[in-house]
């Protein structure tokens, strides 16, 4: 089986090469920045977090330099010297009695009232938990992602769990894109080949290694919180406030049953009534401090948090006063984006037809070490093409940001002896800082122009028709 054949390439890859095994195997910064946020962020940091506001309080005159930037992330802190606005100092100050009300509620350092209130205001700040997960999950199919619950419950139970589980095998091969891909895609085509063939992950050495790095503590409950985002994704937004904490705290309970919550008690603790007193706690905060509740979950008008961005067009207003937040802050947010299963397929495909020196912009020539600076540009347009198109190589180009930009925009496209042609839009400045040359020609194989011709024809309309 082909793809059988290209996992073992991959590990063998391991073997030869001891930066390509380090970068797979390690969680360190320095040597796997793709995998690390994974596990940078999850219950016992978000409360660890928590402790910090009690730290900078109570002791105004210790170096808190590092605690301060962490406490600014989650915008619960400001300095007299931080050039923001009133309105966002406003937010920041009724986030930071939430915080502190907490802190004075529940004592316990792994309090799962406590966890669950930072995790919704985390939602809307720099120290998204489920940002990087979200990445992962772009590319699953909907079927695994229904399925979600089902592995995280054996992947918090048991402690001899391995790659058959594919939401932990997601996460043990995330440090390796290739890995990745290659063990997604046997898992959609072949379901039966797929766990027929899992000892070839299971029993590689590198594998077992990055498993035991992993730090299993940390990849569960950074599962867990990834669950619980989707629990709040689900959330009814057309309604008022007591209802939605209602609706997230029977969900919240349904949930957390299913998965056994008792074992659930290594990442978190669960006071008695604690389903109790997170919905008086929820319910008791003031207006404002309520509000940021309502931002977080992508209910208040004009939240950032990335469910209010997926939700926004059914937003209605059922707080007396919603603030605007001004949008001069530079926190980051995560934008949900519906999923391509394929695009990595495609990219692959595109590769494959290409020579050895020909990994490079089709149009400049940036000649960067690695593919995955380059980005794979449909020549017709995923959201157009029927699933053969989607992930034919023939219907792509390799190209670098810029190009894609400009190729992608309808700027730029190719008559049929692959020469550029150039919008009108585009200034003679422009085209020059582009690198764009009149005479600038790349090579257009037949089965490329059947593809190229349908671009062509659109950029000759300045626009696809539907």
Same mark, same amino acid.
Request: proline share 2%.
């Given at each position: ?28 910064? +320095? ?21 910090? =506001? ?6 105004? %005159? ?11 992330? *989650? ?45 919704? #205001? ?29 592995? #995280?419950?054996?992947?918090? =139970? ?60 940390? #990849? ?7 669950? #619980? ?12 406030? +007591? ?48 509000? +940021? ?58 590769? %494959? ?11 400049? !020539?940036?000649?960067?070490? !690695? ?27 390799? =190209? ?10 309808? *700027? ?5 002896? !692959?020469?550029?042609?150039?919008? @009108? +839009? ?5 085209? @020059? ?34």
């Amino acid at each position: 089986m082909e793809i059988i054949e290209q996992i073992h390439n991959r590990l063998e890859e391991f073997v030869s090469s001891d930066d390509l095994r380090n970068d797979f195997t390690s969680t360190a910064v +320095e040597k796997n920045k793709r995998v690390y946020p994974l596990f940078n962020t999850n219950t016992k940091t978000l409360n660890t977090y928590c402790t910090y =506001l009690s730290d900078v309080f109570n002791n105004p %005159n210790g170096d808190h330099h590092q605690k301060i930037r962490i406490l600014k992330k *989650l915008r619960v802190y400001y300095a007299a010297s931080d050039n923001i606005s009133e309105e966002e100092k406003k937010h920041i100050l009724a986030r930071q009695q939430i915080l502190k009300k907490c802190l004075s509620r529940f004592e316990n350092p792994s309090s799962f009232v406590k966890s669950f209130v930072i995790f919704l #205001l985390s939602l809307n700040s720099a120290f998204n938990p489920h940002k990087s997960s979200q990445e992962i999950f772009d590319t699953l199919d909907d079927e695994l992602k229904d399925d979600y619950d089902s592995y #995280l419950s054996d992947i918090l =139970l048991y402690s001899d769990i391995d790659l058959a589980n594919p939401i932990f095998g997601i996460y043990v091969l995330y440090s390796d894109k290739t890995l990745l891909d290659l063990y997604l895609d046997l898992y959609k085509q072949d379901r039966q080949a797929f766990l027929s063939n899992i000892k070839i992950f299971n029993d590689n050495q590198d594998v077992k290694k990055r498993i035991a790095n992993c730090q299993k503590s940390a #990849l569960r409950s950074e599962a867990l919180l990834f669950s #619980l985002y989707t629990l709040i994704d689900s959330i009814n937004v057309n309604d008022n406030y +007591e209802n939605i904490i209602n609706d997230i705290i029977n969900k919240l309970q349904i949930k957390l049953n299913k998965l056994k919550y008792t074992k659930i008690e290594r990442l978190l603790h669960f006071e008695d009534n604690c389903f109790i007193k997170l919905r008086e706690f929820l319910l008791d905060l003031s207006e404002s401090e309520k509000e +940021e509740i309502m931002l977080s979950i992508g209910k208040g008008e004009n939240s950032t948090s990335s469910i209010a961005i997926k939700k926004s067009n059914n937003l209605s207003k059922n707080l007396k006063s919603v603030a605007k937040i001004s949008n001069e802050r530079g926190y980051d947010v995560l934008r949900t984006t519906k999923s391509r299963r394929g695009q990595n397929i495609f990219k692959r495909n595109l590769v %494959n037809m290409l020579d050895e020196n020909e990994h490079k912009c089709a149009i400049c !020539g940036c000649n960067v070490s !690695g593919d995955q600076y380059l980005i794979a540009s449909h020549i017709y347009p995923w959201k157009y093409s029927n699933d053969e198109q989607k992930t034919d190589g023939n219907n792509g180009l390799l =190209l670098c940001p810029n190009h894609d930009f400009l190729f992608d925009s309808l *700027l730029i496209s190719f008559d049929e002896e !692959g020469k550029i042609l150039i919008s @009108e +839009e585009l200034s003679q400045e422009n085209c @020059e800082a582009f690198c764009l040359k009149e005479e600038l020609y790349i090579n257009i194989s037949s089965q490329k122009e059947t593809y190229m011709n349908k671009h062509r024809q659109a950029f000759k309309n300045k626009g696809w028709e539907k």
